[in-house]
């Protein structure tokens, strides 16, 4: 996955009209974002968050339209860290990062956007163990209406649809919202931003 990714970060996500505008695909764009940009905003609104880590920041080109801002401790994380996105407020980890087999920092918000999807469900489940224990705050991209999880261990690929709620991973009881989202391609029109507590 990794090899497939460098080369989509050197050359663009190529999907008609979209090229240039994100090196992370259609679920980076704005359009298919608004959403998650709200559910952060009202989160940044209503507690004390300080400490965030966002797990898969890609190009940062969404998450520099939230209200993050200096006051806040904001680190991305990525496979493959852009490090010439980083900047004053918006900085990044500066080696490769998989969170199935490294402890994030401790943090009062981890927002993992769009990543657990390509992993195998052993990897899953390492990487949620080792948020759960980092965070107060988890904001997770879901499919609230898959009613049995597919995925198997050993098992790569481009895109899976998971609902975390429900086996192997059972975050039910530590959600605390959600949201549909609105995405650009009509294939994701049943995925949800959910806001966890721990």
Known sequence: MKDRQIKIFNNGWRQKGQKNKTVCGSGSLLESCREYIQVINNLLEKEDIKVISDIGCGDLNYIKHTKINKTHDYLGYDFIPLLDRSNDIFKIFPESFDASEKDIRKSDLIICKDVLNHLDQSQIISALNRIKKNTTYLILTNYNDIIFNKLKDNFEARWVKINFNIEPY???????????????????????VNLYKF
């Open 170 to 192: 059972n975050l039910c009881k530590n959600m605390i919202s959600t949201k549909n989202i609105n995405h650009i391609r009509r294939e994701h029109n049943d995925i949800s």
